[in-house]
Structures are given as C-alpha cells and as structure tokens.
C-alpha cells in the first residue's frame, strides 16, 4: 500500500516527536513529511528522509513558529502532489491540510485542536503577537473546514477525545503517545537511586508560563520542602528570581541529559506537575520510575494519574491547593509498585500495537 506519514515540525526531540518516530518505526516502508527538519535533532527514522516545504528552506521563517503559522496551511497545500491511497496526519497545528491527504483514506493522529485559536485562555500566544481576534478566527475556520478532510481522528487523551468531538463535532478513539517505560525504570538493586528517596520533590518542564512552575515552587515553599527544578527555557531568569525572592530551597538542573532525569525521578519524593496538558509524558516517566505525581484533575492528567494511587490529583491550579495537595501526597506513602505497573499501560509497545492495528484496519478502504 502506498502510505505517507507528516508531522508538523520536527526540532526538538519532544512529546509528539517522538511519537513520530515511533509511527515510522510501525509504518517502515511510509513517505515522511513534515513542515520542517532540524537535522541536528537526531531523529531515528529507519534511513528514511523526511520531505519538507517551502518553510524549510526559508532561513527566517524556519526558526520563527509564530511567522510560520499563517503560512502553514498554504505549506501543506504545496508540500507535494503524489498521490497515496493512505496518509497519516501527525498534527497539533495544520498537518491535517496535507494536500494527498484530500484524496487519499485520511487518519489524523490529533494531538490537539490548535489550543492557540480554540483554548485562548489556556494557551497565552493567543494573547499576543499575531494571534488576534482577526487572525485566530480565520485559523479557527480553516481548522473546522479542514476537519471535514479527515476520515477519522485518534486523540492522545480523554481530554483531546472531548475537544475534537467539541470543535469539529467528530468522534476520536483514544491511543495514548508511547513513553519509553524500558528506559525509565525503578532503580535496580544495588544500581544508581537504589539509596532510597531524598528529601526533595522535582519538577521537570520545559521553563514557560502554561507549565506553572513558579506556582509548584511557591507550594513547596509553604511547605518548607525542597524543591529540584530540572528543565531549560526562556522562563530561567524569572524562575532564579522567584526562587531568591522567596528564600526558598531550590536547585535548578538546566537541561538534564536523560540519565540524569532518570536519576532525578529514581531519587524524588514525588513530582510536583500543576501544568494543564494535553497529556503529559513526564508524569508517567516519573511513575515509571516508581515516582508518584501531584498533578491537576484535568487534562492529561486523568489519563495518566490514579488518585490516591499513584498521586494525588487536585482541583485547582493555586498555591493552597497544591499545597495541600502535595502534603497529602507525601504523607500517603504510595507504592512504587503501583506506580510502576500504571506507567507500564502507557509503553512504547502498546502503542506500536493499537498504532499499526488502526492503520491496518483502514488499509485497502477506499477515501470516504
């Protein structure tokens, strides 16, 4: 069969990254696409070149997301004009306009309806720069319209199930994005981590708004509980601030190699994770590790954290909730074993499974 894959860009090797990969590692003989390549990324594609657009070959537009945005649907227009009897969007943004796909069975793979023109008040690009109120609505029409292009949706999460059923008034089955729970494990007897749990409770993220990390260190102040900061971003300063302004115990880890996050999460108390997502690796990297999570009872979060079992979830993204919240978790004294076995349902082979289980059962079916 004459199958194509496309993400949107491919730079750093994140959540929906590498998700990409590992729909390349089930669909091996698959023509990649993508927006944009950083070669230096070091993606692993089986010797397979991604084709990309004509944003991939403009130097200023290729390193600006936000210039890009208006451009993407015209980009995915003119990406090629092969013809594929079976394409698989990879999209949080605009692949879903991939023009073969028009004519081909379309599966979108939908990590979320662009969050910048349908959740302005969860995603603060919305509130700046070129998204306003004009623009946000066109992107909103083009994004609806383009739904119509789409044979069938699979979302990331309950949550994104919900949004696409919302926005586009479609139905999505639910394949949760692959964690690595073979590279992240417990520590092994003996082996590095196996000393027990510092006296400190970590959080990983990117260093942005929407992760709220300066409202986990708040939280852990109040507690007067030590808090590891471990991640890189544009928020560093601000976050050094804070932490001098509170006189609170924080030690940042700017951006850790795997092995030490996989250290950090072995040795951690708990992870303090109050951001709003679509689904959230860290958190089940985390309880792979035998680590359990404070996160929010919403979004990805749900999926991926059972309350008083492997965390504990809380209602609201403010400091006394999260305060309170991570003091019942620490005094819970939840089982590793537990955590371990709820991160296991979120492995890499499970998804290869369900991944190239949905493909297959769309192969030789005709484009609706």
Not at 168 to 177: D, F, L, T
Not at 218 to 244: F, K, Q, T
Not at 311 to 320: E, I, K, Q, S, T
Request: aromatic share 10%; net charge positive; glycine share 10%.
């Amino acid at each position: 069969m004459n199958l194509a894959l496309c993400h949107e860009w491919l730079g750093d090797r994140t959540g929906s990254e590498k998700t990409f990969e590992a729909m390349a590692l089930a669909t091996p003989t698959a023509d990649l696409y993508a927006l944009t390549w950083d070669r230096s990324a070091g993606f692993a594609f089986g010797g397979r070149t991604p084709a990309t657009t004509f944003l991939d070959r403009v130097a200023w537009a290729r390193e600006r997301r936000q210039v890009q945005l208006p451009l993407m649907p015209l980009a995915w227009r003119y990406a090629t004009r092969r013809r594929y009897d079976l394409v698989v969007t990879s999209s949080h943004a605009c692949a879903k306009g991939f023009w073969p796909a028009r004519a081909a069975r379309h599966l979108c793979y939908c990590y979320t309806p662009m969050r910048y023109v349908w959740l302005p008040d969860v995603d603060s690009r919305a509130r700046h720069g070129p998204f306003t109120a004009i623009p946000r609505a066109a992107l909103r029409a083009w994004d609806r319209r383009s739904a119509d292009w789409v044979d069938e949706f699979a979302a990331i999460s309950g949550a994104v199930r919900a949004r696409i059923e919302r926005f586009y008034g479609r139905p999505a089955r639910v394949i949760h994005p692959p964690v690595d729970t073979d590279y992240f494990t417990p520590p092994a007897e003996g082996g590095i981590g196996a000393g027990g749990r510092g006296e400190f409770v970590l959080v990983a993220s990117r260093f942005v708004p929407y992760k709220r990390i300066d409202l986990a260190m708040r939280a852990c102040h109040a507690l007067r509980y030590p808090v590891v900061v471990a991640g890189a971003g544009p928020d560093e300063g601000a976050l050094r601030a804070l932490a001098r302004e509170l006189g609170a115990s924080v030690r940042f880890v700017i951006g850790p190699s795997d092995d030490e996050l996989r250290e950090l999460y072995r040795t951690a108390r708990a992870l303090v994770f109050p951001a709003f997502e679509d689904f959230g690796i860290v958190p089940v990297e985390a309880q792979a590790c035998g680590t359990p999570v404070l996160g929010l009872a919403a979004g990805g979060s749900l999926d991926t954290v059972q309350d008083g079992v492997t965390g504990v979830l809380v209602d609201d993204a403010d400091v006394v909730s999260v305060r309170d919240g991570l003091e019942r978790l620490l005094g819970l004294g939840l089982s590793a074993g537990a955590c371990r076995r709820n991160a296991e349902r979120f492995s890499t082979g499970r998804f290869l499974d369900e991944f190239q289980g949905w493909v297959a059962a769309h192969a030789g079916v005709p484009a609706s």
